[in-house]
């Protein structure tokens, strides 16, 4: 099997950040929450897709079959018993 040096990096880096918390899965995605709450990594690409003519959800028209079956949907959720 060939051996790729990226790969071997990346198992390195998981095998000293695994390390750092002493290998606990709970210590570990505690601090990826964290993490990822400081520095929160979104994307809103609605400007740009309007830009380029896309359409978006809102600008789609919904068809009058469409809504009733939602509608349908919506209600049948609502009034369905739980199952135990």
Same mark, same amino acid.
């Given at each position: 099997?060939?051996?790729?040096?990226?790969?071997?990096?990346?198992?390195?880096?998981?095998?000293?950040?695994?390390?750092?918390?002493?290998?606990?899965?709970?210590?570990?995605?505690?601090?990826?929450?964290?993490?990822?709450?400081?520095?929160?990594?979104? @994307? *809103?690409?609605?400007?740009?897709?309007? %830009?380029?003519? /896309? =359409?978006? @959800? *809102?600008?789609?028209?919904?068809?009058? %079959?469409?809504? /009733? =079956?939602?509608?349908?949907?919506?209600?049948?959720?609502?009034?369905?018993?739980?199952?135990?």
């Amino acid at each position: 099997m060939n051996h790729d040096p990226i790969i071997e990096e990346i198992h390195a880096f998981r095998k000293a950040y695994a390390k750092r918390f002493g290998y606990d899965l709970k210590a570990i995605c505690d601090d990826l929450r964290t993490r990822q709450a400081v520095r929160p990594n979104l @994307v *809103d690409l609605s400007e740009k897709r309007r %830009a380029m003519g /896309e =359409a978006t @959800v *809102d600008q789609i028209p919904a068809t009058e %079959a469409h809504e /009733e =079956a939602h509608t349908a949907r919506v209600l049948s959720s609502q009034t369905a018993s739980p199952t135990v």
